[in-house]
């Protein structure tokens, strides 16, 4: 946020937005500054505003709304809806599926973040260099990234249904597929499907990682003598870290909170085993017209997303030091 | 507290109103010579759809001097949302069709308006429609939102070569003897029925027909009768068809509707049961055009030979829409005109060419009953029922459709685990009491 503050661009130390981190010993001194200008900080009231009316306001709202009892019956008069206090957030926990919820969409995303992981780095390594047709196999590695989760979803369905091409395909094997889109397999294909849209981000990330790393670098391990799989794990695969991280974290927060996949793909009702979050949060607000309970599974969700939000807030604000140390 | 309320009010009216000014439809307010209608998007249809809406409009501007716009909503999600947005806001269409199962639900936000007998008379009086149509419009009957406009009634197609070349001369009436036809015409590659077990929106109506036959109308003086073992018995049944009797293609478990439309299309099943009329489009273009016919669904629950006492020979839930006028229109006395312009006998025999939805009119509809072809979808609009009509409804459907959902897994396996039916039936039961119990 500091780097768009233009009263502080000509501050010493501050002119390159890299090195935004290395000027933070002095904060105090930079914000007299900032005030100091008057009219600068009226520069901001317009991302203010906009913060204010797209976080802030829907935000306090379903705040609201979780502490009422809303419902079809009370939604016309809301702000006059019974005060319920904690109620919904009691009957969400303890008489709803939300922790079951919230252990599918959980568990799902992070094997499904660990699938694309490798998948996403591989990608990355065999188009890192120059080659025929590099540019081609880049762009159909996109493919999945750049689909609609509707469109994925659809796809996935045709596929996986009883009688669809991955049933006809195992049977081939001599496997029985069975149900992939409902019973104990599903959960396996919300996984595998979401691996799938997922490690594209992966593989772009890793991509920029790798194409960021210093030619000399691979001049002095050759020199050096290492052969590619000692570069890959003594030099490669370290310096990828950071940006890797990076991508795990969002396509966690990302397949955490993916709502049109799951619900294209195994519709609602929602089979037990993939009843995922924010299903279960739509299908409470938009078939049950239980506003107030929905609110609550929102606010408790925004609450657990947190916890890798705020790992990603810092992983950001850590790498640059580190990326430029 | 006050000004809490009063700021988030504010807070509120900034986040209602970009979505309220974003449609830019031209509020009804703007010069009061405008009608907003609400109505669903016809995806069979849709250039005959544009057109019917500029005939409308032309006519009404005719008629009484006023435009009317159309907005469209894909699906009931798109519907429920513009349905809040415009209760909160107090701005929006004037006038909604609603599907009549959701009428109800539309019924307990006390957001449309409650017809007086003034209004009735001013939309051409009760006695325009056909009694039938009337069953869903309100609790009873001098308290009564929505207004009949179309009617969509079960009915179930079945392959005419097939009952033919097994020596069956007419689909059967009762359920148990519909399985008896359909495991004799099972076999070669073919099945008896064609079921989407896979819907979301289907299986209840199967459950709900076969409990009201046998007595059960499934909620009634606000209680649940989920478990009851008639219910039990409608489970079983349609779980069975699949499972145990073998008439249903194993894949089935993941049909939506138009997969088992296909299916029967196709010529690979021999009935369809419960499917509207519209499914007339796709099989008239399909292999089996010209070779099927529709009947009526069994109206003699599962185990029974004839209708058991306190059982209702319901051949169809009485589907369609109904148009509802918000509470909140400044144009209810033109949205009034418009109404009564669109349930005439001229207006509904036009929308009725056009889209093949049956007549809500019924001058119209008795006209209608001399045409052989529509012979059963008549029929089954004279003996349709509405389901309970209670603000909880919505969660009793989705409650039934998810016992169905859940007992796919074992379903695929071969079975009907009556434990586990027994269990989700008893989880279902009490969702939908607490539902009930919420209404106020």
Known sequence: MTVTDPATADAPGTGDARRAGVARPSPPRRRRGATA????????APGGLLTLTVIVVPFVVALVMSLLDLDQYTFRQWLSAPFVGVDNYVEAVGRTSLPHAIWVS??????????????????????????RGRSLIRSLYLI????PAFVVGTIWRIILQPDGVANQGLAT?????GLWLNGPKSYLALIVVQAWSGWPLVYL???AGLQGIDDSLHEAAALDGAQ???????LILPLLRPPVALAAIISLLHMVNSFTLPFVLFGVPSPHDVEVLPVLTYVESFQNLRFGLSAAMAVISLVLILVPLLVYLRTVRLDEPEAAA | MNATRALLAAALAVTVAIPVTACGSGSSAEDGRTLNVLIGANSIYPTEQKQWFADVSAKFQQQAGAKVTFETFASPTDELTKIQTSMLSGQGPDIYALGTTFTPTAYSTGAFVDLTADQWTKIGGRDRFLPATLGISGPDATHEVGIPFTSRP????????????????????????????ARQLTGAGRYGLAVAYGDGFDPWKFIWAMSIQAGNPLVSDGKARLTDPVTVRAYQTYLGWLATDKVVDPAATGWKNAQAIAAFGAGKAAFLPMVSATSKVTLDKSAVAGKYGYAVMPTVPPGATTLPPGGVGATSILSGDNLVIAKYSKNQDLALRLVNMLTTAESQEAYYRTFGELPTNAELANRLVADP????????ASKSHGTPFHGGWSKAQLALVNVVVQSVPKLAAGKVDDASLNALLTQAQSEVQAALDKAK
Do not use: C
């Open chain 1, 37 to 44: 200008g008057g009219a600068a900080v009226w520069l901001l």
């Open chain 1, 106 to 131: 959980g568990s799902a995303a992070v094997i499904a973040t660990l699938l694309a992981l490798p998948l996403g780095v591989a990608a990355a390594l065999t188009t890192h260099l120059p080659f």
């Open chain 1, 144 to 147: 999945p990234y750049v689909l």
């Open chain 1, 173 to 177: 094997v001599g496997i029985t597929g």
């Open chain 1, 205 to 207: 990330l890793a991509l």
């Open chain 1, 228 to 234: 590619w799989r000692a570069k890959l794990r003594h």
């Open chain 2, 154 to 181: 079960f009915v179930m197609a079945y392959n005419k070569e097939l009952l033919a070349a097994a020596g069956i001369d007419k689909p059967a009436s009762t359920w148990d003897g519909l399985r008896q036809q």
């Open chain 2, 373 to 380: 072809a529509l012979a059963a979808i008549v029929d089954s």
